[in-house]
């Protein structure tokens, strides 16, 4: 196999991973603050201004990334599978 299909099948895994985490991984998030973990109640103060975010803002915006997450994985898995397609075509000429 050439190392052009290797990178195609590196992409198309790196899709798979993104698409892992927004289903799994990114279904229950760690809400953390400053490496510290936040539980329902808690605010989190942004270092060196007055902006602070509770523990239910910072869980939504974890939640709203899995989307994006899942989205970004099967478009990087359809253009591996275009580039793949493109390689074979080439080959067979």
């Known amino acids: 196999m050439s190392r052009r299909?290797?990178?195609?099948?590196l992409l198309a895994?790196?899709?798979l991973v993104a698409i892992g985490w927004a289903v799994i991984w990114g279904a229950n998030p760690t809400v953390t603050c400053r490496d510290e973990v936040m539980l329902p109640g808690d605010v989190c103060t942004h270092a060196g201004d007055e902006k602070t975010q509770t523990y239910q803002e910072r869980?939504?915006?974890a939640q709203a990334a899995r989307p994006v997450m899942g989205t970004v994985g099967v478009l990087l898995i359809g253009f591996a599978t275009y580039l793949w397609v493109g390689e074979s075509a080439r080959e067979e000429k």
Do not use: M, T, Y
Request: proline share 0%.
């Open 5 to 9: 299909r290797w990178a195609h099948l």
């Open 59 to 61: 869980l939504e915006a």
């Open 13 to 15: 895994a790196v899709g």
